[in-house]
């Protein structure tokens, strides 16, 4: 589309028609460019997953976010900031939302990874195996600043993430006051952030108490980890079985839970990225077509 105006111009040359239609499609082409940024150029959201959300739209990794996982990948740091940097554009948000998975269960110590994670720029935690709200809370607490005076941070939960933030404001193409203004997470009630606090359900125990889960305050939603909660179930072959009918019918329930609460779910299940969709999942970290184990 690019060509158009020197074609148009070529065409009827340099008179007043020509003009016109130069004009015309130059501005075309800016108001769709700018048809999803705010005033000033901005876009409407600097995490691309919560903007997607918001427009009743699927993000899908390498894409929309990039999922980057600790879970089953001897990563460290400088790894992950690698991948990090790749995404990096100066002065602007990234090119697609980072979204780390720790190593480190919902029951485990993760307070000093999540500030790591933050502090390098990440957009979302997802913490993996979390079967109750207390160790859902346990992530969003570490995600947000303590409340302040001036009336930053005052729902609930209470935050315990430490002072400062790292490159993190750089990265998102902000300065530091603006990066604390856009740093608060993001959840169904609370749309003021551009954190998103997720955690993974993979047991029977989890999937029990899913609703809980997604009414903790700061929890954004949860993925479904259908190669670990098969063999949860013990339905496995003895392999993970994630496509048997106990597997699909847990699925269902947490499906429902997160349209009930208008969270964002997500399945690590692929093979009917339409179907998923249609049952109201919106977060995909395995693109259709390909073949994964990673849970």
Request: proline letters at 8%; charged letters at 20%; glycine letters at 12%.
């Amino acid at each position: 589309m690019r060509n158009k105006p020197g074609v148009a111009a070529k065409r009827f040359g340099p008179g007043l028609i020509g003009m016109l239609l130069v004009v015309m499609a130059a501005s075309g082409a800016l108001v769709s460019n700018l048809a999803a940024q705010k005033p000033g150029g901005k876009p409407a959201r600097l995490n691309h997953i919560i903007e997607q959300f918001e427009q009743g739209r699927p993000s899908f990794n390498n894409e929309h976010w990039v999922f980057i996982t600790l879970t089953n990948n001897p990563f460290i740091l400088p790894d992950v900031q690698k991948q990090l940097a790749d995404l990096r554009v100066e002065g602007a948000r990234p090119k697609a939302a980072p979204i780390i998975r720790l190593g480190q269960w919902g029951g485990g110590e993760i307070e000093h990874v999540v500030k790591q994670f933050l502090s390098v720029g990440a957009m979302g935690i997802i913490v993996p195996e979390v079967s109750t709200k207390e160790q859902a809370r346990r992530l969003t607490k570490a995600m947000r600043y303590p409340p302040q005076r001036a009336g930053y941070f005052t729902a609930p939960p209470v935050g315990v993430r430490g002072c400062c933030p790292g490159d993190a404001p750089r990265y998102w193409g902000l300065s530091l006051h603006d990066y604390f203004l856009q740093s608060d997470l993001w959840w169904p009630g609370h749309p003021n952030g551009n954190l998103l606090a997720l955690v993974m359900v993979e047991s029977r125990e989890a999937i029990k108490n899913v609703n809980e889960i997604l009414s903790e305050p700061g929890i954004a939603g949860v993925l479904i980890g259908p190669h670990d909660l098969s063999m949860d179930l013990g339905v496995g072959k003895p392999e993970s079985n994630p496509g048997a009918p106990e597997v699909e019918e847990q699925t269902g329930i947490v499906a429902r839970a997160c349209v009930a609460h208008k969270s964002i779910c997500g399945t690590f299940e692929n093979t009917d990225i339409k179907g998923r969709i249609a049952q109201g999942f919106k977060l995909f970290p395995v693109s259709s077509g390909t073949k994964t184990t990673t849970r």
